[in-house]
């Protein structure tokens, strides 16, 4: 017996040189795939100055002064308004930051006098976010080799990479061995068994991102281990064997894998 | 603001009462899937007496004795000799224990004396796995509204259930609203910013097990998001809305569903 964390750096390292080939896939369709590429922003984030609240562009010299309203500026619209002494504009979240303005107040910190802005807060923060201050085009967003979640597609698509290159899913196998399996569709009678783990190391292989192309159940018979493992080693990446793995008269596994020059590295 | 859990148990109450279709799915293509139904095995578990050891099947009062081999029994072949005084079968792990044996001797805890086989160890344990001693036909091995996992999904195969009954996913909507908002495709320019929201609202969807129908984006326009939700709901159990979701002139996501008489459970 051996350690999980220990078998999985045995196949770490074993599996080190392998190099899976590459797909190209939709960004909404690469959740739980891996980057075979490292994504760069093809632009500044934010890409403009812009609020972050919704407010009052104003200069922050004009804090104390009553201020006229020159235009509105909701997101999306370029300003066409610079903002000169004694002047703002009234801006909502997100929106670009007119010319001539370096801070926003937010609205609770403002009153309506007539159709003048007085500042009631002297104490506002500025309320920008800077052009690159987030990210700079050119900057990795996320590095080859990154396991893509869900925010992971949100970056993806907020840096216009709806076609990420992926690795190709590996490709596994699963070989039942066991003269008393019988299919789950079938009622087993003893001294049968129906044949569960197939299917649950199915799910697993789905779940962890490999494909399943070739599922098998054979009887305890070493020459027919044998061929199965060798169909299996012609259309996959990875072959699972379940039973026949210790050390009774008809455990074939090992001896199937030596008949191979398989390096054995734990058992 | 709401905390997480807050929210989560406030929707939990209010979707309380909603029931989901059903439909059949195959096994290995259950994981992640809600069950619509208990699962009942459809026989004992072990279904029969069996060996917990490759070892010899023997009668605990011969255990002093020098034993005849009689049989080889390997998994999944039915024995056809009883075991009477001063015989025993050899057996192999998981295989049927045969009439007339009350423990099984490990191979390591034995000794082979020409052709007779000794009990090295007085104290060896019994090695016998009861038919039922794990799970009694008619018990309940999965309760519905279990959400399916790959341990799960051996389990439907082991108890015989290739097509099990689970809830249809719900469907889901997301209306993505922002005059500013360009699709992911697009090149933004300033004020402009790219739709990401939607992409990784889908993948998290798709993750959590929930179908996506319609996904669109609006400008922020009252009567655009009204008639955008309006036909959301006619095709989805769940309607995301991201954006307008503020106090400012241009948030509308609370106003649309006023209109609509729709309970605000919290903000």
């Not at 392998?18 to 190209?24: D, G, K």
């Not at 699963?174 to 079938?186: A, K, M, R």
Request: aromatic content about 6%.
């Amino acid at each position: 017996m051996i350690l999980l964390e220990k078998a999985l750096e045995i196949i770490r390292e074993a599996t080190n040189e392998i190099i899976l080939e590459t797909e190209i896939v939709e960004v909404d369709k690469s959740n739980g795939r891996v980057l075979a590429e490292d994504i760069v922003s093809d632009m500044d984030f934010p890409s403009f100055d812009k609020s972050a609240m919704d407010g009052y562009a104003i200069k922050r010299s004009d804090i104390e002064k009553l201020l006229e309203v020159i235009e509105f500026i909701p997101a999306g619209k370029k300003p066409e308004k610079n903002i000169s002494k004694g002047q703002c504009s009234k801006i909502m979240t997100g929106a670009m930051l007119p010319e001539g303005a370096d801070m926003v107040v937010k609205i609770e910190d403002t009153e309506l006098i007539g159709d003048k802005v007085k500042i009631k807060n002297l104490k506002s923060k500025g309320n920008i976010l800077f052009k690159g201050e987030n990210l700079k085009e050119g900057d990795i967003v996320l590095n080859k080799a990154c396991k893509i979640n869900p925010v992971h597609t949100g970056i993806l698509a907020s840096t216009g990479v709806n076609n990420p290159t992926v690795f190709k899913k590996p490709i596994l196998s699963v070989i039942s061995t066991g003269s008393e399996l019988v299919s789950p569709e079938e009622k087993p009678f003893p001294p049968q068994i129906r044949n569960s783990n197939s299917t649950q190391i199915q799910s697993l292989a789905y779940e962890y991102g490999a494909e399943v192309s070739f599922m098998t159940q054979v009887e305890d018979d070493e020459n027919k281990i044998l061929q199965s493992v060798k169909a299996a080693l012609l259309k996959s990446d990875i072959v699972v064997l379940t039973g026949g793995a210790s050390f009774g008269d008809l455990d074939f596994s090992q001896k199937v894998f030596e008949s191979l020059n398989a390096k054995i590295k734990f058992t």
